[in-house]
């Protein structure tokens, strides 16, 4: 804050901290500036915790949107990577991602039955390259590879 204010009523310079200007005597305790600047500032507050409210609202469904897409994707990409040749040791990698997003998921309302599709997919991928893991690994079992 500068020390060069001027009287509101007189428009003479006056000190910071007189409580009664030199020239007029009006008390400058009262000055008029700061009730507008006080009142402009409540509502323009007021608007910009309601954006606030209205943005955090519609985010909360969004983020548990992509966990439900990364669910069915890694469910999905999981399955092939558990009877793919050289990448099979992926799929538990890409299970457990999809299974933990699934279960995120599953919060989401609107897409539950795509979050529990994404969920059965994981779980049908860790339990399929588990079987073929221990097939191959004690039985010498490779089924199609
Ligand atoms: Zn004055």
Redesign the pocket.
Known sequence: MSSEQY??????S?KEGDVF??????S?EETPEPTPVATAQQPTDFSYTNTQAVVVTPTKPRDTNIFVYVAIGCGILALILAISPFMSFLAPICAIVSIVCGVIGLSNKLKRNMAIAGLALGITALVLWIVLWILARFFGIRLWW
């Open positions: 009287c509101p009523f007189c428009g003479s006056i200007c030199n020239n007029c005597g009006a400058l």
